[in-house]
């Protein structure tokens, strides 16, 4: 059995592959272990009384593997004592918003997020749906590799009970928002295309439309884990939703990712926006209702800093990872954050990605702006963006060479070479101009560098990608 892949993200392998029951159930039993043993603000509560079981949420996406994946997850943590509130399959948010109705102590979610459906994965979160941070990740592996699990004696081993209507509450929970108007977006009454790519949001986000007045017509709507199309919402993968979307006269056609905590948008004409426009158009919209700051990543279109711009808001930028935003997000209180993936976090539902929010933000923003998605697409300032990655034949290389690209481009602009370009070393290697930047970073999951750029002009954008990996090139070979 080959390792899964282990990142910012939680745990991702190839059932059968690099993924099994036996390991998932080590995995569970590690968190089980670190949720039992963390010193959490409920156990200083509790006295010298009897220690109470901790409360972990589990949910799962609509793979194929999931329910081979869940058993596994429920074993691995109830013979850590611990009791399990299974909410069965649903979208990724609607485990953490659970977790955090029921201050649970932790959460799993069995998932692999936009990998294909051969995929499975686990993400953690601890503390009423709080992603794990990057000491808690590194503990938690250190309990997983030491095989040293907290056992449970046979007569106190956990229990599992079944929570029925998590979508229905995640629902109940974005209707009631303040920003949300329902007699609004039922005059409204827009016309919407929906796919889901038979993944978690198959049943939510279509229910979650109808109770914003939307007439929705579905496309893969079924969440049996066979993905009819990639389960990562690319404009290439979005085909049919397209032509849906012009065949039945749609006013938006919308697309999650497989566990339903991003969002895409297809325009009326049936033409896939970039993901960016996502976090775009959401911002456009809440800081027309709430004046505050917002969060997003280093390779996050400068989209936002327009935006933000228009509503005198600050941007703070963070390394690219929705833990990292979330966390700068409660640090400076700010009114929204997200990623050019097309992952939002709205605080005023809760602090993760979370794709049926989104839906509501922008059926919001367009039945108030009263236009098409098109005109609101226009209003904002365009750019283009390039993406390359270069192989390299090791992760220390990699690390080596961003480093050395760290240090000459910082001489650079000691020796003032260059005019108006700024170094920000958040993530990687960015180097940022008044409307473009370019931004290096080495793949946390396999030996490659990644060089992401974005400019006004298809032309300087490509130019800035391309300029870069030869400079990789060069370097890679003399410190290889
Ligand atoms: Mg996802």
Redesign the pocket.
């Known amino acids: 059995m080959d390792a899964p892949i282990v990142s910012v993200s939680g745990i991702r392998g190839i059932v059968g592959k690099s993924l099994d029951a036996a390991m998932l159930t080590q995995f569970a039993s590690a968190f089980g272990t670190m949720v039992n043993t963390s010193t959490c603000q409920q156990d200083n509560e509790m006295g010298n009384g009897p220690v109470p079981s901790k409360t972990v949420v589990v949910g799962r996406d609509s793979r194929v593997s999931g329910e081979m994946a869940r058993h596994s997850i429920l074993a691995g943590l109830i013979s850590t004592g611990c009791r399990v509130i299974d909410i069965g399959m649903c979208p990724?948010p609607t485990i953490l918003m659970i977790a955090n109705e029921l201050k649970a102590n932790g959460s799993v979610a069995i998932?692999a997020?936009?990998n294909p459906a051969e995929w499975n994965g686990l993400e953690f979160a601890l503390e009423s749906g709080r992603l794990l941070n990057q000491g808690e990740r590194e503990q938690f592996m250190e309990i997983y590799r030491s095989g040293d699990f907290h056992l449970a004696k046979w007569d106190h081993q956990g229990a599992v009970e079944t929570y029925q209507g998590a979508v229905n509450r995640h629902i109940e929970k974005i209707l009631s928002c303040e920003w949300i108007d329902l007699e609004l977006v039922h005059e409204r009454a827009l016309r919407i295309a929906i796919d889901c790519g038979n993944g978690a949001g198959s049943i939510a986000s279509p229910q979650l439309l109808r109770r914003l007045g939307c007439q929705v017509v579905e496309v893969n709507c079924v969440p049996d884990g066979n993905f009819p199309r990639s389960a990562e919402p690319t404009p290439d993968a979005l085909d049919r939703l397209c032509k849906t979307v012009r065949a039945e006269g749609a006013d938006v056609g919308f697309a999650h990712?497989?566990?339903?905590?991003?969002l895409v948008v297809v325009s009326e004409d049936g033409s896939p926006l970039s993901s960016e426009y996502t976090f775009a158009l959401a911002a456009d919209f809440i800081l027309n209702k709430r004046s505050g700051d917002v969060v997003s990543t280093v390779s996050t279109s400068l989209m936002i800093d327009d935006i933000a711009n228009q509503h005198h808001a600050q941007v703070h930028r963070t390394p690219v990872g929705v833990g990292f935003v979330v966390e700068k997000m409660r640090e400076t209180n700010a009114v929204i954050g997200g990623e050019g993936t097309g992952?939002v976090v709205f605080p005023e539902i809760q602090y993760t990605?979370d794709g049926l929010a989104s839906i509501a933000a922008i059926v919001h923003h367009l039945s108030e702006s009263n236009t098409r998605i098109s005109s609101l697409v226009k209003s904002v300032p365009s750019y283009t963006m390039c993406q390359k990655k270069l192989d390299s034949p090791s992760q220390s290389v990699s690390e080596a060479t961003v480093q050395r690209a760290a240090e000459i481009y910082a001489e650079k602009g000691q020796l003032a070479t260059e005019d108006n370009v700024s170094l920000d070393l958040t993530d990687g290697v960015k180097r940022v101009w008044e409307d473009s930047w370019v931004n290096i970073r080495k793949s946390g999951t396999e030996p490659v560098i990644r060089i992401f750029s974005e400019a006004k002009t298809t032309d300087r954008a490509e130019a800035l990608c391309n300029e870069t990996v030869e400079t990789l090139k060069r370097l890679m070979t003399h410190e290889g």
């Open positions: 990724t998932t997020s936009h990712d497989g566990d339903a905590d991003r992952g990605t």
